[in-house]
């Protein structure tokens, strides 16, 4: 059987990581968009209760997908490799998160958690508008600080929590993980890896 050659595979090995930022980079631009343009649209048609609500919805789900990321990055394998020779619905779905861990925490942690930080940033400011215009205070400086410390407070501390939650639990957060993945391929016929040719 002939040797891998090192050149070849290096190079094969740094057009996967262009393709990937790329690919990442793409993504994020689309996921922003869509979001952002989402948020606002519902947030001109909300009250501004409703319009807190979301913006707390938008919170939890940068830190939900930080405490993922951080879960993937800290889980072991071999319970999933145990639960796949049952036939464990999933299993195979959380073995395949943590061998593509590095990946996976990227988009977690840093797609989805950067792009909930921007659009949590611009619905905050939202609604300091909306408050400034519904009871007309007249310091709008200090509105606007309150509400983007608020949301600065809540992300850190929400993510901080969340670390901790997620290294002590990895094992369980990567198996519900991967059990929503293992739904949603089977009700979509979406695979999310490529199947390696043998």
């Given at each position: 059987m ?12 740094k ?23 989402t ?56 073995i ?6 590095e990946?996976?925490s ?9 792009i ?62 991967g ?8 009700i ?11």
């Amino acid at each position: 059987m002939p040797k891998p050659d090192p050149v070849s595979a290096k190079k094969e090995e740094k057009r996967k990581t262009r393709k990937w930022v790329l690919t990442v980079f793409l993504a994020t631009i689309f996921i922003s968009g869509l979001i952002s343009l989402t948020s606002d649209e519902i947030m001109k048609r909300s009250n501004t209760v409703v319009a807190f609500v979301i913006l707390l919805l938008i919170v939890s789900i940068g830190i939900i997908f930080d405490i993922i990321g951080m879960a993937v990055a800290s889980a072991d394998e071999k319970p999933f490799h145990s639960m796949a020779s049952r036939k464990v619905a999933g299993a195979q779905e959380c073995i395949m998160l943590l061998r593509n861990a590095e990946r996976v925490s990227s988009i977690c942690n840093d797609v989805v958690g950067d792009i909930c930080g921007v659009v949590s940033g611009a619905a905050s400011a939202t609604i300091a508008a909306r408050i400034l215009s519904s009871f007309q205070f007249s310091w709008p400086d200090i509105v606007t600080l309150v509400m983007s410390s608020l949301v600065a407070a809540l992300t850190v501390g929400g993510k901080a929590v969340g670390k901790g939650f997620a290294v002590n639990s990895c094992t369980s957060i990567v198996f519900l993980a991967g059990r929503v993945i293992y739904a949603v391929r089977h009700i979509t016929d979406i695979s999310f890896w490529k199947k390696k040719k043998k």
